[in-house]
Nanobody
Framework: VQLQASGGGLVQPGGSLTLSCAAP????????MGWFRQAPGKQRVIVAR???????????SREGSLEGRFTISRDNTNNMLYLRMDSLKLEDTAVYYC?????????WGQGTLVTVSS
């Protein structure tokens, strides 16, 4: 069973999006969950992760930590993962995926495309 990420789209620089991920309970429950992204021509990298208790960690970009622009959260009752993205930049353009951390290699979904463009 694959994870289903949704909520991507076309947004202007400085705009906001909230991504959602519906996860199977066998992957979600009891595991650290994360958002990953893969920009065109680049490898997939982790963006943020969150423990079952809500402790969060964010990746660093060239401009510093994504914390402050990105907010990861989870709904442990409904096995849902979220990523709120504010002040989006051109370099945030990528396909965004959700998965456990470490990732369940058999459960990558198709991701959701975020395009930041003016």
């Amino acid at each position: 069973v694959q994870l289903q990420a949704s909520g991507g789209g076309l947004v202007q620089p400085g705009g906001s999006l909230t991504l959602s991920c519906a996860a199977p309970s066998n992957i979600f429950r009891g595991n650290i969950m994360g958002w990953f992204r893969q920009a065109p021509g680049k490898q997939r990298v982790i963006v943020a992760r969150i423990t079952t208790g809500g402790i969060t960690w964010y990746e660093y970009s060239r401009e510093g930590s994504l914390e402050g622009r990105f907010t990861i959260s989870r709904d442990n009752t409904n096995n849902m993962l979220y990523l709120r993205m504010d002040s989006l930049k051109l370099e945030d353009t990528a396909v965004y995926y959700c998965n456990s951390v470490p990732a369940d290699l058999n459960s990558w979904g198709q991701g959701t495309l975020v395009t930041v463009s003016s």
